[in-house]
């Protein structure tokens, strides 16, 4: 049972172009919420996080948005460039029993075409 | 360079044997995490030690194991190698015990032919 869904394998957005990239959990215990990028044959790195006690945060050219009610969190990056060409893996934390390290969606591939 | 060391970073090995994946963490961290990424697969999460107490289990076989020592390095031991191990195995640490922002190696790359 995958607790946190990518439905998009791979995107592709021009340069200089918004790319949005959609995550969606279904468990509700769920209270903390990551997106890390993974270039090629590299570890993942994280990007940017968000608590649910918060319904947005942002980070220069990256904002996280989350919605609770409908268990949904998004990553903005605006405007796209060349080198965001990467893989962006969605994760998930629960603090009260969140020993369990993260949970992680298989990943959206971002092409980010010129 | 998020401050997460892995050794070795390729391995090849024949089905059968056994390996063994080293990681030293974060100065300071106190949690280890192994993640496994195979083709078409997501991160996924194998084990987490903290203070060298196992702390969660994952999607662990039986056939693996991990430990973490005192000075915190982390080992995981892959044995009765199938052809389906080959996989990247990822470590990660933080400091907090509970799941948070997790920093993560460059990978194992584990070759079974």
């Known amino acids: 049972d995958q607790q946190v869904k990518q439905n998009s394998p791979s995107l592709s957005v021009q340069e200089g172009r918004i790319s949005i990239l959609n995550c969606d959990y279904t468990?509700?215990?769920?209270?903390?919420f990551l997106w890390y990028k993974k270039y090629p044959a590299e570890g993942p790195t994280f990007l940017i996080s968000?608590?649910?006690?918060?319904d947005k945060n942002e980070d220069g050219r990256f904002t996280v948005f989350l919605n609770k009610s409908a268990k949904h969190l998004s990553l903005h990056i605006v405007p796209s460039q060349p080198g965001d060409s990467a893989v962006y893996f969605c994760?998930?934390?629960?603090?009260?029993?969140?020993?369990?390290?993260?949970?992680f969606g298989k990943g959206t591939h971002l092409i980010i075409q010129p | 360079d998020s401050g997460v060391t892995q050794t070795p970073k390729h391995l090849i090995t024949a089905t059968g044997q056994r390996v063994t994946l080293r990681c030293s963490p974060r100065?300071?961290?106190?949690?280890v995490y192994w993640y496994q990424q195979s083709l078409d697969q997501g991160l996924q999460f194998l084990i987490q030690?903290?203070?060298?107490?196992?702390?969660a289990k994952g999607n662990i076989l039986e056939r693996f194991s991990a430990q973490q020592f005192p000075d915190l390095h982390s080992e995981l031991n892959l044995s009765s190698l199938e052809l389906g191990d080959s996989a990247l195995y990822f470590c990660?640490?933080?400091?907090?015990?509970?799941?948070?922002?997790?920093?993560f190696g460059e990978g194992s790359w584990l070759t079974v032919v």
């Open positions: 990660a640490s933080s400091f907090p015990a509970a799941g948070n922002t997790i920093y």
């Open positions: 468990n509700s215990m769920f209270d903390y």
């Open positions: 968000i608590s649910s006690i918060k």
């Open positions: 994760a998930a934390s629960a603090s009260g029993g969140g020993a369990d390290g993260l949970t």
């Open positions: 100065s300071g961290d106190l949690s």
């Open positions: 030690y903290y203070n060298g107490e196992e702390r």
